[in-house]
């Protein structure tokens, strides 16, 4: 095997593990605020629903933390094999946060496992709520240190290289990149923002196939608002996204919105084709480039024409970054309607055509973690540490990435069908009804 087929392998299979692991990594940090919002609710509502809520959805979310670890590892494992010229580099100034990572992760599941074992120990249920605070806390920092990491490779910076040799190393420099705001609050409110909409998908399915219990009605609104709040939230840090683009990475910017020449009051391109260098069948919106850049109407916005052939990213991340904008506002809107919808008391949203636009909008919003990820990965190409190393120059020369590709492909296989079925039959066999009886059996009996 060539060097470019090594590339090639490894590029392949990094893409393969990253879009694997993000789904259960997006669960881990959404799914944990959602219990301890559900939980929150039944104390101070004294509702036995989103007690039960909380109950149901930990047990699913030990499932997914369990193939996290392992997809997590994976990538740990891959960045030392497939990429060891970066990680040579890279290692000795971004180490910190790699390290923290796994410690946040360690105080997570620490503290939920003693949550898991101690539902029913506590008289005071607040005293048991406040074991959620740390899962939810380790959870959210796992996501904020390794997307550190991520911020890191766009926006290299705490450590100078002379003659090849690094000199001046400052780790906690090297973590407040200019990269990390923006990447770090737009990572966590897209995970929180999908995980209640996984989760309202779940509850819209349930409702559908005839299980017309306020449980689940319970379970839609509170998730759905959730999701309305998130999806703004990241709506807004999109915009501040946008700005950070212009000023530290204009080339991806650029290339994202097929914008080749550099001018003034530039236009928006969502959508169209491109036909030897020209865009057709674009939905422009005027001036709207240069707002979402600068803030100002009129404002210049660097084309690529600035910047060396070799040096610009794949134009196709422009259908990328339409699917992650589609989608965001899609879901908005839908759980916008659905909010109002209930208090004002609509009757077309509780029509099935509107709960299956809500079914979808669960693996839909998951769709839209995926794109993004894919745009920040392929529009930082050809770099794999901007402006410093390129991804060619940081793969392995092994001949043995193809197998390892097939390897890992089969693991991950089982690991989707093996969760999966799990899941399933989880919750097939434990109704929300019967465990709800069965509660109400326990305290007639402690009443006895």
Do not use: C
Request: hydrophobic share 55%; charged share 15%; glycine share 8%.
């Amino acid at each position: 095997m060539g060097n470019e087929e090594s590339v090639f392998f490894s590029r392949v299979l990094t893409e393969l593990t990253l879009s694997f692991h993000i789904i259960y990594a997006t669960i881990g940090v959404g799914i944990p605020l959602m219990i301890m919002i559900a939980q929150w609710l039944g104390i101070r509502k004294q509702d036995e629903h989103y007690i039960l809520l909380a109950r149901r959805w930990t047990r699913g979310f030990v499932i997914t933390v369990a193939v996290g670890v392992v997809t997590g590892t994976a990538i740990g494992l891959q960045l030392s094999l497939l990429w060891p010229n970066f990680m040579e580099l890279a290692g000795n100034v971004i180490a910190l946060p790699l390290f923290m990572e796994t410690f946040a992760f360690f105080f997570e599941a620490i503290f939920l496992g003693i949550y898991l074992y101690t539902w029913d120990r506590f008289e005071n249920q607040k005293k048991h709520l406040l074991l959620l605070i740390p899962v939810a806390v380790g959870a959210s920092f796992s996501a904020v240190f390794i997307t550190i990491v991520n911020a890191f490779m766009n926006a290299p910076q705490g450590f100078d290289l002379v003659n090849g040799q690094l000199v001046n190393i400052n780790p906690v420099l090297a973590m407040f990149n200019p990269a990390m705001p923006t990447k770090v609050a737009h990572v966590l409110a897209t995970a929180y923002m999908t995980s209640a909409f996984v989760l309202a998908s779940i509850g819209a399915f349930r409702l559908l196939k005839g299980s017309d219990h306020i449980y689940h009605k319970k379970a839609l609104f509170l998730t759905m608002k959730i999701g309305l709040i998130f999806s703004i939230a990241a709506a807004v840090i999109g915009d501040f996204s946008g700005k950070y683009l212009a000023e530290y990475q204009p080339e991806k910017l650029a290339a994202a919105e097929w914008h080749f020449e550099t001018h003034e009051g530039a236009p928006l391109m969502l959508y169209g084709v491109l036909d030897d260098g020209e865009v057709k069948y674009a939905l422009k919106i005027p001036y709207a480039l240069s707002i979402l850049a600068h803030s100002d109407p009129k404002a210049e916005v660097i084309g690529l024409n600035e910047f060396p052939e070799d040096e610009i990213p794949p134009l196709y991340i422009h259908y990328l970054f339409d699917g992650m904008v589609t989608i965001g506002m899609w879901m908005m809107a839908l759980s916008l309607v659905y909010v109002v919808g209930v208090w004002m008391k609509w009757s077309f949203i509780r029509t099935r055509w509107y709960r299956w636009l809500i079914v979808f909008g669960g693996p839909l919003s998951m769709v839209a973690i995926e794109l993004g990820w894919w745009f920040a990965e392929v529009g930082r190409q050809p770099w794999i540490l901007r402006g410093i190393m390129k991804v060619e120059d940081a793969a392995t020369t092994s001949g043995q990435v193809d197998l390892m590709l097939l390897l890992f492909a089969g693991l991950y296989l089982i690991l989707a069908i093996g969760s999966t079925v799990v899941l399933t039959r989880m919750f097939r066999k434990n109704t929300v009804e019967q465990e709800l009886a069965d509660r109400e059996l326990e305290k007639e009996g402690e009443f006895r």
